[in-house]
DNA sequence: CGTAGGTTTGATGCATGCAAGAAGTCATTC
DNA sequence: GAATGACTTCTTGCATGCATCAAACCTACG
């Protein structure tokens, strides 16, 4: 992964501008360049092998999604997320999850429902083999399969961008939801999808909430002893 | 309005890129340049006297907010809404306001309580005297009122992206509010602040929801009637 | 008359040069 | 020694030229 390609000189190095905001993006929220790291056109623009204008246009797009900082005539920024603005992501987690269940309980029966059943599954046994990184990316499945399957565009689009913006934080979140919040999450996973196979958007939306609720505090207990990604990198 | 600054050459006629930005949004939002409409950089650049660049920055930046379509090497376009796009939309507004009617009544007694209380009069005597723009005005900021008053920036933020696009069917929807919603919509507003003085979380979303829903549906409604604005505008 | 192919046109994508501004540095002065 | 001031440096902001590509057009041929 991340492996650098080399062509002939003359030859841009990346596809398309499309390429270098995505590679950009995935070296910000790996933490390769941790909050409060500088991010100057020249510098990417070498390691890209490009000119500064496309790069300039990725930065941008970035700033746009809350993900760097752009300090006008002097410089570019990994952003330094706040603890609020980790509050306030949550919560907006809960309601756009809320509604994607709901509108996929509206659909009635979908082939989504046989994938969430199939997830639960596959994460009981990670579980029992306390396989956390498996674990990990079901859950992830599970979130984006709802999303997806609620069959708003803009509502995936929105929840994307959030998503973003909290995958910062995704080393505290990951390791917190590990030792005890597993099993109960797992549950929860399953009333949702109880709520989903009655068809019942009102049932299906609280209980996503309520997950969504009962893991976001999960996770801000852990941000509180295990201190927020990358606070302070800067001086 | 839309009056053009003549300034001599050589002084940038805009202050800086978020100028031209501002400028070239209320220019697709107002419909001067309708559905469909190609904006071409060196034309635009012409029109605020400044090179392709910072215009160009611009369009990437009102394609990302969903205003308006890049088309590589092609052009760039004014974006044509779809209906299903309105739908999705109003349902993501319903849930975003809810959860933003929900946090204000958890904060408790707020100043924002006055301004609505003052807003529901205002709107009253619009009412009573068939003055339909002061009343889409009012309403407007009762919406914007509560979900500022929610205290959580980045639910502050999507709801504005949301409203900039829904914003190309102003003119449809602020006509279809006048008829016979209005006296309804004033009591949907009245319940939501009754909720909200209660300190009712889970009362003032559903009230506010309720609202949202109801306008939305009768949005809906007059969409069907009335063409959705701009509907084919390009060949 | 319709279609296929080549050509022209017009727009963007990117590279690069230059100017302007912000922040830190260093020397000077009180 | 501390503060003030100019200076140096590093960065972005913008303008512009060239290459590239898509689409329209026009011509030639079946």
Do not use: C
């Not at 969504?212 to 505090?217: C, G, N, P, T």
Request: aromatic content about 4%.
């Amino acid at each position: 992964m991340q492996e650098v390609i080399q062509l002939r000189k003359g030859v841009p190095a990346s596809a398309n501008q499309a390429s270098i905001l995505d590679k950009l993006r995935k070296l910000v929220l790996s933490g390769e360049y941790p909050p409060g790291a500088p991010l100057p056109e020249l510098f990417l623009a070498d390691q890209f092998e490009v000119s500064r204008t496309p790069v300039r246009e990725a930065l941008k797009q970035l700033e746009n999604e809350g993900l760097v900082e752009i300090r006008p005539k002097v410089g570019t920024f990994v952003r330094i997320p706040t603890r609020r603005e980790i509050v306030e992501l949550f919560q907006l987690k809960e309601s756009l999850e809320g509604l994607a269940a709901s509108l996929l309980a509206r659909r009635g029966t979908v082939p989504e429902l046989d994938i969430l059943k199939r997830n639960i599954e596959e994460s009981e046994r990670a579980e029992r083999r306390a396989d956390a990184a498996t674990y990990a990316e079901l859950v992830h499945e599970f979130h984006w399969t709802i999303v997806k399957g609620s069959d708003n565009s803009k509502l995936a689009e929105h929840y994307g961008r959030l998503m973003n913006q909290l995958a910062y934080h995704r080393i505290v979140l990951e390791t917190v939801e590990r030792p005890a919040r597993m099993r109960a999450s797992i549950r929860e996973h399953q009333s949702v999808v109880d709520a989903l196979m009655e068809k019942d958007p009102v049932g299906a939306e609280l209980a996503m909430r309520g997950h969504v609720s009962a893991s976001s505090l999960a996770a801000a207990r852990g941000a509180d002893t295990g201190n927020a990604a990358g606070e302070k990198t800067q001086a």
